[in-house]
């Protein structure tokens, strides 16, 4: 077996070298700047190689420090997970960091048939439109908008982002909203977004002119569907989150072209919690549910971008 040097030092080195900066990693391992400078000194010894180079107050990682730093970080996580998995609450419990509109709307809607078909299994969601972070939290999985792939995630595609206007049947028929030109003269939600000019280009509208004011622009979709069932606008959103209220009659699309900027929705998780049963069964139930919809969108949007 291979002899490994202190693991103190090897975790100074870690810290280290994912801050770049020996006081703060002082602050994250409660030690002292000497004391951090210390141990990488006994790993640099024992190696024989020099693992930063300093210069005027300050470090970075020399050549070899960058070689070692990513495998090194990788071993603490897995290890992390390892005892993690350990305690009862976590190995039981599956954590969903979601998209706020996505999580708010068609995942809440379903998440409940994933607890009726494992019963063992406790979920926990939070919604918000940041990138989580799984190094610091204890998110298992995440539902991420943009490209894949991602640098030590594994990422399920799940369809392609779409939008296309959509209002309360009202405003449809007060302002008389026949041709797709026609919005160009109505209230839109965040008139200014790119993403109006590229549903116009979609719909075949080719001359779009800026818009006289500002308008409202909310933080998702969620927001914008509280604002357009009140009467006011019509917002570009997602047809396959808001099926209920259109098929209800609360809404409606008034046209049948889709925008589509260019991004996906993604399952995402660690490569190195692959096979973790939570989290296939998960992934697992996700996709069949999608497939249920797959009938309610053009082909197209079901096939993983290029």
């Avoid at 300050?58 to 897995?78: D, H, K, Y």
Wanted: contains cysteine.
């Amino acid at each position: 077996m291979i002899k490994l040097p202190p693991l103190a030092a090897i975790r100074a080195f870690e810290v280290a070298g994912r801050l770049q900066n020996f006081s703060r990693a002082a602050e994250e391992l409660g030690m002292t700047q000497a004391a951090v400078s210390y141990q990488v000194r006994q790993l640099e010894d024992r190696i024989g190689r020099a693992l930063f180079v300093r210069e005027k107050g300050r470090v970075r990682l020399s050549e070899t420090g960058r070689r070692l730093l990513p495998a090194i970080s990788n071993a603490f996580a897995t290890m992390g997970d390892a005892f993690a998995a350990l305690g009862s609450d976590e190995a039981d419990v599956l954590t969903i960091d979601a998209m706020t509109t996505f999580g708010g709307t068609w995942l809440s809607a379903r998440i409940g048939g994933f607890q009726l078909a494992y019963p063992d299994l406790a979920v926990r969601m939070s919604m918000n439109n940041e990138l989580v972070d799984f190094d610091a939290t204890n998110v298992d999985v995440a539902v991420r908008v943009g490209r894949a792939p991602w640098p030590g995630l594994r990422a399920d595609f799940l369809y392609r982002s779409h939008v296309t206007p959509i209002c309360a049947p009202g405003f449809l028929t007060t302002n008389r909203i026949e041709r797709p030109a026609d919005l160009l003269r109505v209230d839109r939600l965040a008139p200014n977004d790119p993403w109006w000019a590229g549903w116009f280009a979609a719909a075949g509208v080719d001359a779009v002119p800026p818009p006289q004011r500002r308008g409202i622009e909310l933080d998702s979709q969620l927001q914008e569907a509280s604002a357009v069932q009140g009467g006011y606008g019509i917002a570009l959103m997602t047809p396959l989150l808001w099926r209920a209220e259109l098929d209800a009659g609360r809404l409606v699309q008034p046209f049948g072209a889709l925008y589509q900027p260019g991004t996906a929705h993604y399952l995402v998780n660690r490569e190195n919690r692959v096979g973790v049963r939570k989290i296939e069964r998960f992934r697992e139930w996700l996709h069949a549910e999608l497939d249920k919809d797959r009938h309610r969108l053009p082909e197209a949007l079901w096939q993983p971008l290029p």
